[in-house]
């Protein structure tokens, strides 16, 4: 994919020339938050404790209200997919992520590239650039969807070069 571009303003980080399946992975992050595939859950809310009365405790503890997180990240990405704008001129979308916001879609899109991570059987050296071609079709899909949230991340954490007051940088998702 290519012709995204990000800004940073000051209410958030405008995102455009979203492609159709940029829109559509990202409206496939809040599915992914509240998914109950085993796969999933198991990799969202893994055990932690050593013994096995400790990690009751804590699932019994802790887990709900970890649910509960995840539920309210997946309910706010989701309405702010809902101030999606279509660009006119070349049928892409733009969307805005309000600055108060970033903290929420950065444990979302974390926890939607796991759950996509699980979902297509992938192992670490699948992520590598070399391995791509090896990998089955939706297995190349879901590499490239985890590269899209990947780089969204990275603009929400400042690693890639956006300048305050709207000035926009392009940058390649591949």
């Given at each position: 994919?290519?012709?995204?571009?990000?800004?940073?303003?000051?209410e958030g980080y405008l995102?455009?020339?979203?492609?159709?399946?940029?829109?559509?992975?990202?409206?496939?992050?809040?599915?992914?938050?509240?998914?109950?595939?085993?796969?999933?859950?198991?990799?969202?809310?893994?055990?932690?404790?050593?013994?096995?009365?400790?990690?009751?405790?804590?699932?019994?503890?802790?887990?709900?209200?970890?649910?509960?997180?995840?539920?309210?990240?997946?309910?706010?990405?989701?309405?702010?997919?809902?101030?999606?704008?279509?660009?006119?001129?070349?049928?892409?979308?733009?969307?805005?992520?309000?600055?108060?916001?970033?903290?929420?879609?950065?444990?979302?899109?974390?926890?939607?590239?796991?759950?996509?991570?699980?979902?297509?059987?992938?192992?670490?050296?699948?992520?590598?650039?070399?391995?791509?071609?090896?990998?089955?079709?939706?297995?190349?899909?879901?590499?490239?969807?985890?590269?899209?949230?990947?780089?969204?991340?990275?603009?929400?954490?400042?690693?890639?070069?956006?300048?305050?007051?709207?000035?926009?940088?392009?940058?390649?998702?591949?």
């Amino acid at each position: 994919m290519t012709g995204l571009w990000a800004a940073r303003l000051d209410e958030g980080y405008l995102f455009g020339g979203l492609p159709a399946v940029a829109v559509e992975t990202l409206k496939g992050v809040p599915m992914l938050l509240e998914s109950t595939d085993a796969r999933v859950r198991r990799r969202l809310l893994p055990e932690t404790c050593d013994t096995p009365e400790d990690e009751e405790h804590w699932r019994q503890h802790a887990v709900p209200e970890l649910e509960r997180l995840f539920l309210s990240r997946a309910q706010l990405v989701r309405r702010d997919l809902g101030s999606l704008q279509k660009l006119g001129f070349d049928g892409s979308s733009a969307l805005l992520i309000p600055h108060e916001h970033s903290s929420a879609w950065l444990a979302a899109l974390n926890a939607a590239r796991l759950a996509l991570f699980v979902l297509n059987d992938l192992g670490a050296k699948d992520l590598e650039g070399d391995r791509f071609d090896a990998l089955k079709p939706k297995q190349q899909e879901a590499v490239a969807r985890i590269d899209l949230l990947a780089a969204i991340q990275a603009v929400l954490l400042g690693d890639f070069e956006v300048e305050d007051g709207g000035s926009i940088h392009d940058f390649v998702i591949e």
